[in-house]
């Protein structure tokens, strides 16, 4: 039963654009929800976060937007580089225990 | 000056083997957590200590038993290996459990069970 989806495996932008990642969760229990990237053979680290009281946070090139009516959130990142290729993970919270999604590699092509 | 530290990086073994797996954060977190990533590309939780108390145990097989000498340590011993149980493991910390606290992962362990 995944309580966190990423239906996308894999996402290609080129720099510059934006990138969205999507992220939908089933338990409206959820109370805040993060992003995390993860390079190859390191672990996740932490991007952006959001309180289920907000719709929307913003950190530089990144936004995590939530419609908790819908329960959905996602990630934009603008502009693209090709840095930010990664893994990216959303992950929905609760009284310390965080939630997974199945993650989205993400490509940005020069 | 490594935040979350793991070891061993890398860990082959055989069936039926007992093994641990270390874990030492320097960031003054008071929780820590075991998440394990298995085929499927899942992360999930499977232990969570709060000052050193045992605050989450997933669905986790006996096997598998987390100890917590002090706040910046928490091990992972596992008895009895099976295929099954080849994953990477990551610890984690943070400092309480809400998004204020996001957790802080090492490295991962790649654990092969042959």
């Known amino acids: 039963d995944q309580q966190v989806k990423q239906n996308s495996p894999s996402l290609s932008v080129q720099e510059g654009r934006i990138s969205i990642l999507n992220c939908d969760y089933t338990n409206s229990m959820f109370d805040y929800f993060l992003w995390y990237k993860k390079y190859p053979a390191e672990g996740p680290t932490f991007l952006i976060s959001?309180?289920?009281?907000?719709d929307k946070n913003e950190d530089g090139r990144f936004t995590v937007f939530l419609n908790k009516s819908a329960k959905h959130l996602s990630l934009h990142i603008v502009p693209s580089q090709p840095g930010d290729s990664a893994v990216y993970f959303c992950a929905a919270g609760s009284n310390y225990k965080l939630t997974f999604g199945k993650g989205t590699l993400l490509t940005v092509n020069p | 000056d490594t935040a979350v530290s793991q070891t061993p990086k890398y860990l082959v073994t055989q069936m039926g083997n007992d093994k641990s797996i270390k874990c030492e954060q320097n960031?003054?977190?008071?929780?820590m957590y075991w998440y394990k990533q298995d085929s499927k590309k899942f992360l999930k939780i499977m232990f969570s200590y709060n000052n050193k108390e045992l605050i989450i145990n997933e669905t986790v097989p006996n096997r598998f038993s987390p100890k917590s000498p002090d706040k910046a340590h928490l091990n992972l011993h596992i008895n009895s290996l099976e295929l099954g149980d080849s994953a990477v493991y990551f610890c984690?910390?943070?400092?309480?459990?809400?998004?204020?606290?996001?957790?802080?992962f090492g490295n991962g362990t790649r654990l092969t069970v042959t």
């Open positions: 959001i309180s289920s009281i907000k």
């Open positions: 984690a910390s943070s400092r309480g459990g809400n998004y204020n606290s996001p957790l802080h």
């Open positions: 960031l003054g977190h008071d929780t």
